[in-house]
Each structure stands twice: as C-alpha cells, then as structure tokens.
C-alpha cells in the first residue's frame, strides 16, 4: 500500500476535475450506462432539492495518522490542510443558532486538529443532540497524548462512530495498513472500559464497514451480527450499531478501480443496484458539509470534489440556514454510490 | 477478437430468460430469490454452499457471482476455500465410492 497521498505523489487523480472528467466520459459519455442525472430523471425526482438541515458535519482537516487504500479524503500525514481556531470559532456562531439536531465531526483524524478538544468542549456546551466524532480508533494508541481521549469523549457525551473494515486481522489490515487492526481492539477495548458501546449504554459506539475492495456492502444487518459475534467471541468487545457504507468512486478509491481494471464493473455494478427509493432519503439533502477552510458542499465527497453548494451563501462566514435549505444538489456519477442497493449515507443504509 | 461461449457481461442478462417464458421465467426466479432468504440456513451459509456447487457445477457465471456475493457477506478466502474444498470432496468422494461397485463385480466375476 501506497504511503502517501495522491497529492504528494503528484497522482493526476489528486486534481478533482481530473476526477469528474472520468466521470462524466467513458462508459458514460458512450451512452452504455445512463448518467445520474437520466437514472434520477426516470422517477421526476431530478433536480434532487435540499430539505431541512439535520446535520452539519465539520471536516477538521485532511491530516491523518493512516494512509488508508479507499479513502475518498485522499488524508495522510502529509496533508497540511487543518481547520483554524478563528473557522473553528465562525463554526460555533452557526451551531449556537443552526437547527441541525446532529453536529458530525470529521477528518482525516480529527483529533490530530491541535485545537479539537477545545472545539468539542466549546460545542458541547450548545447542547447539540448528537455529537458525533468520526475517529479512525489508531489514533487513541497511536501517541500518549490521546490515552485520555475515551475519557475525554465520555465527558461531552460525544458519540464515536469508528472505522472497522472487517473482524479480522488480515482484511482490516489490506485495507488500512499493517498493524491497524490490533490498535483497533486495542481503542475499542478502551472505550468499552469507560462505558462505550455496552449495552443499554448512552454512551454510543458504533461502527463504519467499507468494503476492502470492488464490490458493494452486503446487508447491513447480517455484517452487524456477524461482527457483533466475531468481535465478541474473539475479545470480548461489544458496539450497538454497523453501518455498511458503499465505497464512492472518487480519489484513491478511484484510483484503486482504475489501477485493478475494477472502474468499469464497478460503475455498472452501481448503476444496476441504482435504487430510486434511496434517492428520497439521501444524506445531501439533510446535511450541509463544511470543509477544514469554511467552504459549504452537499456532502464530504462533493467537498473532496470542490464542488461547492449552489447557493449564495457558500462559506461559514456567511451561513443562511434559509437560502441553504432551498438549494438545488450538485450531482454527478459518483453519487451512484449513495443510492445503490439499500443506498448509503455516513449513517449507513438509508432505505 | 476472439470469441468464447462464456461471456462475463451475459451473467447481467441472465434475467432475460423471461423475455422468451415469461410464467416459468418469472417462477423460477421467484423460487431463487425465495431459496437465498434468511431461514433455518443463514443467508450466509446458503452462500458458501452455492459458492461450493458453483464449482461443482464449474458454472463461471456462478463461480463470480457468488465469489462476489461471499466478499459483500465478509466471508474470507480462508472460508471460501475450505467450501470449495467441500465441494471437490464430494466430487472425488463420489467418484471413489464407485469403486466398491468395481470392487463388487470383480469379486463376483474373479476367481
């Protein structure tokens, strides 16, 4: 596995609009396979529209610990890109009066942002509902600095939501690297200690699954009992819920499909699972996605994209709930993989 | 270009059968979607066996079918192997077995 960034390897792919054009020719351009925007067409539900802001998810910054195959951020220890205390700050003025019910945090690894914990402490105290803290889990034993982190998060009642790939060692680490996997039991055997994840528990864990390669989730359900079992048999840990995500193609993920001969299969295998019921409950239409320098998307991978919202107000510092809530989605062939099957959302499965 | 009678992209068409007997189409995939459902079997397990008779029947539209199906399920390729192995088991089995009807009529035909 590759252990840099697209962006630092100079990877053609590190450039977004090199990755719409992709998109938007070949098979697409052909006619084989039908565009989104025809597919959403096809049940009048195009242009997809914004609907009530639930959650405002706030990407920290691109700088991670782990270098993992599919991520659609393209994170790594060699990004720079962090959010600033005075965004931070420009964040909290609009979750002080936003009527989003979940705040989502996200990286890269968010707590590698030097001014994480003073921003979950200051958003803690607006007394949002659900305060999710997307954290990869090798980030807790990575360095003594982030021991006290499942203390840290029991204390502002932050809902962790971590990645695990799969219940053994061999598919985790293809996927995330080596050693990933026994750092992984090692977090979740901390958080469960301070309370995490038991059941009947407030304090929530739960799990994000990609798949490690070109194929999609199986039924979220049946990964769910299976890692509960595995992972409970194997070392006694426990989690209340899996979501299954469908890996998008977009930056390494993309390169990943193109490198393997996998893109073609791939995007027919989503345009065939494409779901129009999904389309009713899409994640874009209920979040607004703020980048590490304040920008406004859809979601994190319309961000990765650079395709902003289209909508006047497009950045933090001029955030209007009122305009954002009637904007128009900005789609393209990735978002296939948002409606495939039982269709996906950084909560999992949407249908 | 070459052509072989195995074509990757006709396993998407397979449910065109049905363009051509549409009760019996229809029946039978009703029937095969119903087999693969949760029951006394998990669904799961259903997969590994059709994995296991994919090879058998050395069908390759099954073989990536349900390859495919068993990664969306996280089966490993440890499981996956050792079901295939349980498949040529009972292939080779099979085939042994037989020798007692062998064993059978030279007994009965030897002096």
Partial sequence: MALKSLKKRANSLADSKRQLEILSNGIFKSGELLTFKESVAL?????????????????????????????????????????????????????????????????????????????????????????????????????????????????????????????TQGKTDKQRGNGVFSKSIEA?????????????????????????????????????????????????IQFHSLFAITNLPISRFLDYLIASENYEDYMTE???????????????????????????????FNQMLNLKVASESKHISTFNEDLLSKRTIITSQHCYGCTAGTGSSCQGAVV | MSKTYYDPADLRKFGKITDWSKDLGEKFFEYYGKVFEEGALTAREKSLIALAVAHTEQCPYCIDAYTKDGLQRGVTKEEMMEAIHVGAAIKSGATLVHGVQMMNKVNKLDM
């Fill in chain 1, 43 to 167: 049940t009048n539900q195009f242009p997809i529209k914004s609907k009530q802001l639930e959650i405002l998810q706030i990407n920290l910054g691109y700088m991670c610990n782990q270098v993992c195959a599919h991520c659609h951020v393209d994170a790594g220890p060699d990004r720079q890109e962090i959010m600033t205390k005075e965004t931070m700050q420009q964040c909290l003025e609009v979750i002080k009066t936003t009527s989003a019910h979940t705040l989502d945090l996200t990286g890269g690894a968010p707590e590698m942002n030097p001014n994480f914990e003073w921003f979950v402490e200051e958003a803690s105290k607006v007394g949002i509902k659900d305060f999710i803290v997307r954290s990869n889990l090798t980030i807790i034993t990575s360095n003594k600095k982030y021991h006290h982190l499942p203390e840290f998060f029991k204390k502002h009642n932050v809902h962790v939501v971590s990645s695990m790939p799969h219940w």
């Fill in chain 1, 188 to 236: 979740l055997e901390m958080l469960n200690v301070v309370g995490y994840g038991m059941p009947n528990s407030k304090l929530k864990l739960d799990l994000v699954y990609n798949p490690s390669g070109a194929f999609l989730p199986g039924d979220q359900m049946g990964l769910e009992n299976k890692f509960k079992k595995a992972l409970k048999e194997d070392f006694n």
């Fill in chain 1, 270 to 300: 989503l345009v065939d699972a494409y779901n129009p019921e999904a389309v009713k409950n899409v994640m874009c239409t209920n979040t607004i996605s703020v980048s590490w320098d304040g920008w406004l998307y859809d979601c994190d």
